[in-house]
């Protein structure tokens, strides 16, 4: 019998990580299942980020190191897309230069796909930072009745790290390079949304992902004003889609209370005309009436309160009266 050994493509995007992307790349050696190559898209490093490429691709020449041209837009998005389009593999899958993966994490995810239907592989994840400290893992249910209902209103977890897809599957896909934030969100939601996938929950930790305020989630939380509007225009567009749809209450009060952390970005670094622009395009995208600009007032209001008290039942009273 003939054995099963399609070739994997591991897509890392980095700049500036030339002390963290060592490990990575050891963690991408150490797989037990030996077919795969890693294409990584330098995205204009000015540390040692080339020399350190450069050991590692005579090291091993499954390992390919592509510097983003200067035609294409900065950032990790942009890298993404030009390394899926650079790839060779059957699956693909993408992983920040400073996250690992199980020696077996390849090959646990490939024998699923023995099965031809399947389209993705999603496995459970583990919290890590430099002093070692690992949080809970994140467990994600293979009982989803609605894939998609259940990814943007938060109730299983599907990111990057997580990921071994079929290529074909995304093939008419790529990361929004406009993004600063979100771009994962944005990217799932937008293939969940266009096609009936066939997806396989793994329910084990195969994936260490490092928790540091250099990521993007630490650029939000710092206030960077474009991460926030990221944020927020993919939460728009969710909450959009889920509007077209009579009833899913439940579904709707989780994806609007997943956009209001960005709202509350805003007012905590007072961003207050932001606040305005942000409540009047989504009053568009969604169509409401005209009453919604008192809705607004008072939700700015209420939110406010609540970043003053900690006290949110008016402000989920408030919220549930609007009828997306």
Known sequence: ????????????????????????????????????????????????????????CEVDSRIK??????????????????????????????????????????????????????????????????????????????????????YVSGQININAQSCLWR??????????PNLKRAQELDFHFRILRDKELEVIFLPENLVFIRDHRESISGEFSRGNLEAIRSDL????????????????????????NL??????????????KEIYTQFNSLGKRLELSTSFNLWKIKLVFLLILFKLTGRSYRLRKHISSLKI
Not at 169 to 175: E, R, T
Not at 238 to 243: A, G, H, K, N, V
């Open 1 to 56: 019998m003939q054995q099963f050994k399609p070739l994997v493509s591991i897509i890392i995007p980095t700049f500036n990580r030339v002390h963290l992307i060592g490990e990575s790349l050891d963690s991408i050696l150490a797989q037990t299942y030996e077919y795969w190559e890693c294409i990584v898209v330098d995205d204009g490093s000015n540390d040692y980020t080339q020399e350190l490429l450069s050991f590692y």
């Open 65 to 150: 190191y592509i510097g983003r041209p200067k035609s294409l837009p900065a950032g990790a998005n942009a890298c993404r897309n030009l390394g899926l389009e650079n790839s060779n593999g059957v699956f693909v899958k993408c992983l920040d230069s400073d996250d690992l993966l199980t020696k077996n994490y390849l090959e646990k995810k490939v024998k699923v796909f023995k099965d031809p239907s399947v389209d993705l592989v999603v496995c459970n994840y583990l919290l890590f930072r430099d002093n070692g400290f690992k949080s809970r893992p994140f467990n994600n249910s293979s009982n989803s009745k609605d894939l998609l209902s259940d």
């Open 167 to 176: 290529k074909k599957a995304i093939k008419d896909h790529q990361f929004d």
């Open 233 to 256: 225009l993919v939460r728009a567009k969710i909450l959009e889609y889920l509007s077209g749809f009579q009833g899913r209450t439940v579904e709707k009060e989780r994806a609007f």
């Open 259 to 272: 956009y209001l952390p960005g709202i509350m970005q805003l007012i905590h670094f007072k961003y207050f």
